[in-house]
């Protein structure tokens, strides 16, 4: 039986691991203390102004030759010979950012050349005054004025395997995922589902799976990357009979 | 002994790369009849689409190469997408004929159940049907990571080596004389994965 998957995802600027709250930087670690071994997939994103730069390409390589689990790999891909860069240097997947979005020609290109398991789109949401979910690009800055459904039902069918979903004002928040975002989501599309944003504890990811149907949840902030935490929020999932990696 | 990664520089082969690093193997990437003629075995790994893969195989005469070898009973490993060409066909944009070095058919999973999430990602169980040396050390029902849109439903019985469960059961590994293939991903597999390359190399 497939498992549920906790994806830890790493942001960083001009090549320092940073965690976000609100897509800020907010506070600065180092990658030295993530346990490589417990986790199940691993994402890196980078909020740096210059991309491409040689510290963000050495740590992909850094990654790509130190876990041996799943590598995704985002930050500014605009073009196939972008996404190409990432593979070279040892992504798995690579995450394509909400501005990509309108520009079909890149998922389909990657998907030809990669597969589609290979393209996670990342549609970061925002509930507004209106009571609706939009989609923002830009680092959440800029509204695209765009249903995230029809969104992800576009990506999809442009040749995208997974989909990351983010509410805006969740990330770095602790308060817990926003179900009604997940799930309205993933009621309507049949690819795989990674939920991103607002975990503080365990029971926020029990929930995420207890209340949807999605097959993975990431997380930044609550993961103080020693050995103990990961594997006690595995146990924790696991005695509440989520089915989670041993 | 040496083992050869076919590289038919379409997709990312750096994960495996790097496993067979972790691993201290001696290994040598190949990618002309050259690079071939200096490997004791060889591993086929495979991303991207079915008929991509199997074209490029065609065009750069790799078959030819890895029909040699396996005449002259060096092994071989395919991986996902190198696991499925080991086949006769698959359904993947359009029917696209494989190596046909083992019998069997590559579908899709919609194929089987229309309301299937696809793809099939992330971290299953693997079955013991028949046990063999290349899961030497490995618990039955162990977890790999998987990700693929296509699978093999069902094989010559005595070929299979595990199975996995997902909406349907499906074959996850197969051997048979000196060919063996893995649906799943052993370099992206952590210790489970290690394993099994290392398996391949010391004792397939």
């Given at each position: 039986?497939?498992?549920?998957?906790?994806?830890?995802?790493?942001?960083?600027?001009?090549?320092?691991?940073?965690?976000?709250?609100?897509?800020?930087?907010?506070?600065?670690?180092t990658k030295n203390f993530i346990d490589l071994w417990s986790i199940d997939e691993l994402m890196i994103i980078d909020i740096s102004q210059k991309k491409f730069s040689e510290k963000y390409l050495s740590l992909i390589s850094f990654f790509s030759t130190n876990c041996f689990v799943?590598?995704?790999?985002?930050?500014?891909?605009?073009?196939?010979?972008?996404?190409?860069?990432?593979?070279?240097?040892?992504?798995?997947?690579?995450?394509l950012g909400s501005g990509s979005i309108n520009n079909s020609k890149i998922s389909k290109e990657i998907s030809m050349?990669?597969?589609?398991?290979?393209?996670?789109?990342?549609?970061?949401?925002?509930?507004?005054?209106?009571?609706?979910?939009?989609v923002y690009a830009k680092s959440g800055k800029k509204n695209l004025n765009l249903d995230p459904i029809i969104l992800a039902k576009r990506a999809v069918s442009n040749g995208v395997g997974e989909l990351l979903i983010n509410n805006i004002d969740n990330d770095g928040s602790l308060l817990g995922y926003d179900i009604e975002l997940i799930k309205n989501i993933s009621s309507q599309l049949d690819c795989p589902i990674i939920a991103l944003g607002g975990a503080g504890n365990w029971a926020h990811?029990?929930?995420?799976?207890?209340?949807?149907?999605?097959?993975?949840?990431?997380?930044?902030?609550?993961?103080?990357?020693?050995?103990?935490?990961?594997?006690?929020?595995?146990?924790?999932?696991?005695?509440?009979?989520?089915?989670?990696?041993k | 002994?040496?083992?050869?990664?076919?590289?038919?520089?379409?997709?990312?082969?750096?994960?495996?790369?790097a496993a067979i690093k972790k691993l201290n193997l001696p290994f040598k990437v190949c990618r002309s009849q050259f690079d071939f003629e200096k490997t004791d075995?060889?591993?086929?790994?495979?991303?991207?689409?079915?008929?991509?893969?199997?074209?490029?195989?065609?065009?750069?005469?790799?078959?030819?190469?890895?029909?040699?070898?396996?005449d002259?009973?060096?092994?071989?490993?395919?991986?996902?997408?190198?696991?499925?060409?080991?086949?006769?066909?698959?359904?993947?944009?359009?029917?696209?004929?494989?190596?046909?070095?083992?019998?069997?058919?590559?579908?899709?999973?919609?194929?089987?159940?229309?309301?299937?999430?696809?793809?099939?990602?992330?971290?299953?169980?693997?079955?013991?049907?028949?046990k063999n040396k290349l899961f030497e050390g490995i618990e039955s029902n162990s977890d790999f990571y998987f990700t693929h849109s296509y699978l093999l439903k069902s094989s010559d019985k005595d070929i299979v080596l595990t199975k996995t469960k997902y909406d349907i059961d499906f074959v996850s590994s197969v051997k048979k004389n000196n060919i063996y293939g893995v649906q799943f991903h052993p370099e992206k597999s952590q210790y489970n994965g290690l394993r099994v390359l290392k398996n391949f190399f010391d004792n397939c």
């Open positions: 039986m497939l498992k549920k998957r906790i994806i830890i995802s790493l942001t960083f600027l001009d090549g320092i691991l940073f965690r976000t709250k609100n897509f800020k930087p907010d506070y600065r670690y799943p590598l995704s790999v985002g930050g500014g891909i605009n073009s196939l010979q972008d996404a190409d860069l990432y593979f070279k240097h040892g992504a798995d997947k690579i995450i050349k990669y597969g589609k398991q290979s393209i996670i789109q990342s549609l970061d949401c925002r509930k507004n005054l209106d009571q609706n979910y939009y990811i029990l929930e995420l799976f207890n209340e949807t149907d999605i097959s993975a949840a990431s997380t930044q902030n609550i993961f103080h990357f020693t050995e103990q935490s990961i594997i006690s929020a595995k146990n924790f999932l696991k005695n509440n009979k989520i089915k989670i990696r | 002994m040496k083992l050869g990664i076919i590289d038919l520089e379409t997709g990312n082969i750096a994960s495996l790369i075995k060889l591993i086929l790994p495979g991303v991207g689409a079915f008929k991509d893969f199997m074209e490029k195989i065609k065009s750069k005469k790799i078959d030819v190469l890895i029909n040699n070898k396996i002259k009973n060096i092994s071989i490993l395919g991986v996902c997408v190198g696991f499925q060409v080991l086949f006769n066909k698959s359904n993947e944009f359009g029917e696209n004929k494989g190596l046909s070095l083992l019998n069997g058919e590559i579908k899709s999973f919609k194929d089987y159940s229309e309301k299937t999430k696809v793809p099939h990602v992330g971290w299953n169980e693997c079955q013991i049907i028949n």
